[in-house]
């Protein structure tokens, strides 16, 4: 149950679109499209963005969108805006029917 | 409005123990899987355990296997975390998790409650 893969950090200017790539096995990310993310601000409840590789729930923004290669998930935010700045984790369902999370990305907004 | 609050944290000595409780509504709670996450100080999300929505089928990272329970009373819209042998690791806020999947939890995650905090210390 190793941590998938995350770029510690990543930034972009306003407008601008970045991508966040989250790298596992062919035993979780690879192996299933239960791939997620989540944007977590700090001292709050994180959130739910996409799901099922890339599925976005009602209400978030179409900005966001998730795709898959392989061993590796990427998800991608275009028109950058100051309130996407925030900690994105990704998340996998793994072979064990585990959950396994990534060690989170750091978002700034220049 | 889908709400969940966890209680049950608190401060405990290494190799106590702790139950926390999360209770939901809002939603039919029996038919979705639930989880636990937990973020310790400085740190990221780390999967912790998580159980079917009948709560016949429950599962753990191996970080806690062999010391920590889950299991959920539908009849009470409650998920609870039974944690024995507590470690320093462990100190962490505990967030308990609606699953959108129903069996098995598959990471989609799509309500969160504020968390827990737990301390493990002498």
């Known amino acids: 149950q190793s941590a998938l893969t995350q770029p510690a950090s990543v930034s972009g200017s306003p407008g601008q679109s970045i991508t966040i790539s989250c790298t596992g096995t062919?035993?979780?990310?690879?192996?299933?499209?239960?791939v997620s993310w989540f944007q977590h601000h700090p001292g709050k409840a994180p959130k739910l963005m996409i799901y099922d590789v890339n599925n976005r729930p009602s209400g978030v923004s179409n900005r966001l969108s998730g795709s898959k290669s392989g061993n590796t998930a990427s998800l991608t935010i275009s028109g950058l805006q100051a309130e996407d700045e925030a900690d994105y984790y990704c998340s996998s369902y793994t072979s064990g029917s585990t959950v396994v999370f990534g060690g989170g990305t750091k978002l700034t907004v220049l | 409005e889908v709400q969940l609050l966890e209680s049950g944290g608190g401060l405990v000595q290494p190799g106590g123990s702790l139950r926390l409780s999360c209770t939901a509504s809002?939603?039919?709670?029996?038919?979705?899987?639930m989880s636990w996450v937990r973020q310790a100080p400085g740190k990221g999300l780390e999967w912790v355990s998580g159980i079917s929505g009948s709560g016949g089928s429950t599962y753990y990272a191996d970080s806690v296997k062999g010391r920590f329970t889950i299991s959920r009373d539908n009849s009470k819209k409650t998920l609870y975390l039974q944690m024995d042998s507590l470690r320093a690791e462990d100190t962490a806020l505990y967030h308990c998790?609606?699953?959108?999947?129903?069996?098995?939890?598959?990471?989609?995650?799509?309500?969160w409650g504020q968390g827990t905090l737990v301390t493990v210390s002498p």
């Open positions: 998790a609606k699953d959108r999947a129903t069996v098995t939890p598959r990471s989609s995650l799509d309500y």
């Open positions: 809002g939603f039919t709670f029996s038919n979705y899987a």
């Open positions: 062919s035993s979780d990310v690879g192996g299933y499209n239960y």
